[in-house]
């Protein structure tokens, strides 16, 4: 019979790579993890895991059970949740991947308080630029356009994007007026997206502009902080930049054209019962930001 407790030493093991980081992880001793890794292949009649001096690979069989297992232990966690939700009780795991710029400036302190009010919530939070899949996740948030397919989109907030460059960098080289000056100017843009993130409306015809970029960044603080240098042009969320705008260390540049806004939404997959955990997060997070959100009404107060 599967032992869940041995099918949690397997996962960890094949997440870790070593059954002593597994043992550490799971706050038990390395014997006792090596004893429920083999009392695991010896009730499956396979070898899940190939042992070196050097270190540990999963085997064919452990390839193919290691999904399996994931999908059974994460059941049993969302089981005993929803259990804890019908008793009006938000407890258990909670698992978010989001942006590390947003996530580091906005979503962290607002989750904080989330917390505070739902202390049995054990939360997971991922911070990772590139838009990862919600496998593995009870909810993925995301800035940018919304995805379509197979997830439940839920916005959370608005968010208005500007161009803005340092009084340095615009004193000297100029502040362009248009989009054909844009060109001609150096950009910082975000690698995730390239140049063709630039969009911009006019004459309600929507167009892309390819500076002469100086600088990829895939990281919106980083690009914020470019800007600041003087180093170049840079179109970012007010999200990153209302602060620096009210110090006066940047300024919005107006080409007279409208910029390509983006949302910020959380997303989960349609085929998966949405938790009482995410919902309450979510409404949580709402609140937290505001509607226009407080970043946005910094800057249109100024």
């Known amino acids: 019979m599967l032992k869940l407790e041995s099918a949690l030493v397997f996962v960890a093991v094949a997440e870790a790579g070593s059954i002593s980081e597994a043992a550490r992880r799971l706050q038990i001793s390395k014997s006792v993890a090596s004893d429920r890794l083999a009392e695991l292949e010896r009730g ?4 899940l895991v190939h042992r070196t001096t050097r270190r540990l690979t999963l085997t064919e069989d452990g390839v193919a059970f290691h999904e399996r297992a994931k999908r059974i232990l994460r059941e049993v966690s ?12 938000l407890a258990g ?5 989001a942006p590390v ?3 580091s400036l906005h979503l962290g302190p607002a989750l904080y308080s989330f917390l505070q009010q739902n202390p049995r919530i054990e ?24 995805p379509a397919g197979s997830l439940v ?7 208005r994007r500007m161009l803005v460059a340092s009084p340095a960098y615009l004193k000297k080289h100029g502040a362009p007026r248009s989009l054909a000056e844009l060109e001609r100017h150096r950009g910082v843009i975000f690698a995730n997206r390239g140049a063709a993130d630039w969009r911009f409306r006019q004459s309600g015809r929507w167009s892309s502009v390819r500076p002469a970029s100086v600088m990829h960044v895939n990281n919106g603080i980083v690009m914020r902080d470019a800007a600041v240098e003087g180093l170049g042009i840079a179109l970012l969320a007010t999200f990153l930049v209302h602060d620096a705008l009210a110090a006066k260390t ?10 390509e806004h983006a949302t910020v939404f959380v997303a989960y997959p349609k085929d998966r019962r949405v938790s009482a955990k995410v919902l309450a997060m979510i409404a949580h997070l709402r609140a937290a930001f505001g509607s226009p959100p407080y970043w946005d009404r910094d800057v249109v107060r100024r």
């Open 153 to 159: 989109v839920k916005r959370l907030a608005s968010s």
């Open 93 to 97: 795991p909670l698992r978010v991947s």
């Open 44 to 47: 499956l009649g396979a070898t």
């Open 250 to 259: 940047l300024r919005v540049v107006d080409v007279g054209a409208e910029v």
């Open 101 to 103: 710029s947003f996530g």
């Open 123 to 146: 939360l997971s939070l991922d911070l990772d630029d590139r838009f990862v899949s919600a496998d593995g996740f009870d909810a993925v948030v995301r800035h940018g356009p919304t």
């Open 78 to 89: 969302d089981a005993a949740a929803e259990i804890s939700e019908r008793r009006g009780d």
